[in-house]
Nanobody
């Protein structure tokens, strides 16, 4: 599976962005997709994941502000980010796996895309 993340950019605190993750190379509807992020000097952390059937899970830090979704017809997953804070500044990575639980754990994830930078100014 090849993953291409896009949609990052510079936004003011309180603003919104929508990230997209376009997938190719495998039946998109059969894989779980997720988002992770890595801020400068910090470890990569889990943000959100969505199963092939549409079940979602969001990290506590973003719950209520970020929403993950998918459009299987377009082979694309999305991360809608609202009420952005400066601490949300990071490189955001799209990831995918045939195992929803493994994807949520962030360990031994099968597929990773290149990141897209999100910068939130105060």
């Amino acid at each position: 599976v090849q993953l291409q993340a896009s949609g990052g950019g510079l936004v003011q605190a309180g603003g919104s962005l929508r990230l997209s993750c376009a997938a190719s190379g495998r039946t998109f509807s059969s894989i779980a997709v997720g988002w992770f992020r890595q801020a400068p000097g910090k470890e990569r952390e889990f943000v959100a994941a969505i199963s092939w059937s549409g079940s979602t899970y969001h990290a506590e830090l973003v719950k209520g502000r970020f929403t993950i979704s998918r459009d299987n017809a377009k082979n694309t997953a999305y991360l809608e980010m609202n009420s952005l804070k400066p601490e949300d500044t990071a490189v955001y990575y799209c990831a995918a796996d045939t195992g929803y639980g493994r994807l949520r754990s962030g360990r031994d994830v099968q597929y990773w895309g290149k990141g897209t930078l999100v910068t939130v100014s105060s």
